[in-house]
């Protein structure tokens, strides 16, 4: 009863009459929460982040996972604050906020290690095919999302030289060329799509000057992908953990159902 409340709440956000005007809006469930409602409307093999990965040298990512996820970006920051305050007292009655990022853009495309991020993407003609779930499986449409919030060390990173750097991720820094080969820790290499399959990541830069990240945002049609590049960076597979993890630290993890707009838009009040 609650679930569907909290749904038919996100589902009035999209309508039209209410101002979402020059802010885009993502909205994602947990996975068993979307179940518990559309038990047809829900991809296969899809849980939550539920407990904490452990991966070589008893290194860990955590699980946070939260009932819905709210992503608003627009071109400019008072408009989202006010957009986010107006959803805010919309949904007053139904959730309360469990954790906010706000997130800014860096370097055009970089993320705060200064190197280019998204390098690897497919492009925007091929991303739905690999981000959304294809028409006849159960979710069509729709999204699985993997959320993590990464805090950078900022000074052991800083002080490495760029080779460094670049060995760590696996490419080169001003113009992303991958290095040939991919040193076995680097993180182009544990995260590898030839050997993992393709995802779709619109990584967020978030913070201040003395403490920042990487919010990890990425996009499949499927877990699966997602799921094993976490356990191949944590060093399951094989013992060799992404040198990447030594210079940034996951503070959140969490996995999230994002439907189509029409499988929300059925739940809107004045649809019913
Ligand atoms: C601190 C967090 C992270 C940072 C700063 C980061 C940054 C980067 C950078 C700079 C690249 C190279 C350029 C590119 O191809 O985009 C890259 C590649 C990639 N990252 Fe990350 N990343 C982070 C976390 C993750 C996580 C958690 C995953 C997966 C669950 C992931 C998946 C990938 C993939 C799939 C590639 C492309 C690999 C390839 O096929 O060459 N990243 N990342």
């Not at 709210?70 to 919309?90: C, H, N, P, Q």
Request: aromatic fraction near 8%; hydrophobic fraction near 40%; include cysteine.
């Amino acid at each position: 009863m609650e679930a569907t409340a909290l749904l038919a709440g996100v589902a009035g956000l999209k309508e039209p009459e209410t101002t979402m005007g020059g802010v885009n809006l993502v909205s994602g469930f947990r996975p068993e929460l979307w179940r518990s409602i559309r038990p047809d409307g829900a991809p296969d093999r899809l849980d939550g982040f539920n407990s904490p990965i452990v991966g070589a040298e008893g290194y860990q990512m955590p699980s946070t996972q939260h009932d819905l996820v709210l992503w608003m970006a627009g071109g400019s920051y008072d408009i989202v604050f006010d957009e986010a305050r107006a959803v805010l007292r919309s949904l007053v009655n139904l959730a309360h906020v469990a954790t906010e990022v706000s997130g800014w853009p860096y370097g055009h495309d970089r993320d705060l290690t200064g190197f280019i991020d998204g390098t690897e993407n497919p492009s925007l003609l091929d991303a739905a095919s690999v981000a959304l779930i294809p028409d006849g499986r159960p979710g069509a449409g729709g999204s699985v999302l993997l959320l993590q919030k990464w805090q950078h060390d900022v000074r052991a990173w800083e002080s490495l030289a760029v080779p460094e750097q670049e060995r760590v991720i696996g490419r080169t820094k001003p113009e992303s060329i991958e290095l040939d080969p991919k040193p076995p820790a680097s993180h182009a290499r544990r995260t590898d799509q030839d050997v993992f399959g393709k995802i779709f990541r619109r990584n967020v830069p978030y913070g201040g000057v003395t403490e920042h990240g990487t919010l990890f945002v990425g996009f499949c049609a499927e877990q699966e992908p997602l799921r094993r590049m976490l356990e191949s960076m944590a060093g399951i597979p094989d013992g060799v953990r992404d040198d990447l993890t030594r210079y940034s630290r996951p503070l959140s993890g969490a996995y999230y159902f994002v439907p189509a707009v029409d499988a929300i838009r059925g739940f809107a009040p004045d649809s019913r």
